[in-house]
């Protein structure tokens, strides 16, 4: 049986990052109320009484990751190990909003890299993603942020990165497809250059013990 995931493989130039500051920001709520009304709605109504600073609150959560500091996030947790085996984060759940239309994706990201003289806290990896995944993000530069991040951070052999989204704007709306999916690749130093690792990486990815 045909999958009807559509594959995309993306490249790895790096993306700007722009940062956001909340200094000095106006409230969103007050832009809530307006759209409200704009929509054909009291915003006065008992059940929208209190939307506005609801959604103030969510969009800032969700989009919490333009002030993300990766230092922090990393406190340190860069450790000199003698390890030459490749090192894998996979099934790391992650939400985002699609830049198009504001409309959440959501998936599960795999992420690998082979170290050369440093490797990283291993929960430092799923809180990368988080990072870049709140913000408003398109999957494929979601997916090369992460790689990037890591390839600059720790200087690795290789780092390899695969995202499987489900996107809203496709389901609900437009071709209105609820059964598809999109996946993303970004492969980089020894996973771009050799094929045996990077059928390593695919083979680790797919594998599913009873542990997990």
């Known amino acids: 049986m045909k999958s009807n995931k559509a594959v995309v493989k993306v490249m790895s130039p790096k993306s700007p990052d722009h940062r956001v500051s909340q200094e000095g920001a106006k409230p969103i709520a007050p832009l809530i109320e307006e759209l409200l009304t704009l929509l054909g709605e009291d ?40 390890y030459d085996e490749m090192v894998v984060v996979k099934d790391i759940e992650f939400f985002s909003l ?3 239309h504001m409309l959440p994706f959501y998936g599960k990201m795999h992420v690998a890299y082979l170290p050369g003289q440093k490797v990283i806290g291993l929960s430092k990896i799923p809180r990368l993603v988080d990072m870049f995944a709140r913000r408003l993000q398109i999957q494929e530069r979601l997916t090369q942020q992460v790689a990037q991040t ?11 990165v695969i995202c499987e989204a489900k996107h809203f704007c496709m389901m609900m709306r437009g071709v209105e497809k609820q059964h598809s999916g999109a996946m993303t690749s970004a ?26």
């Open 150 to 160: 890591i390839q600059e951070v720790i200087q690795p052999l290789g780092v390899g």
């Open 187 to 212: 492969m980089l130093g020894a996973f771009r250059d050799r094929k045996d690792t990077r059928d390593e990486f695919l083979s680790l990815v797919n594998h599913r013990s009873n542990g997990f």
């Open 98 to 100: 699609c830049e198009h």
């Open 43 to 82: 915003p006065r109504r008992d059940g929208l009484a209190r939307t506005p600073e609801r959604v103030d609150k969510a969009l800032k959560f969700l989009t919490s990751g333009y002030r993300g500091d990766i230092s922090k996030i990393l406190n340190g947790a860069l450790y000199e190990v003698k």
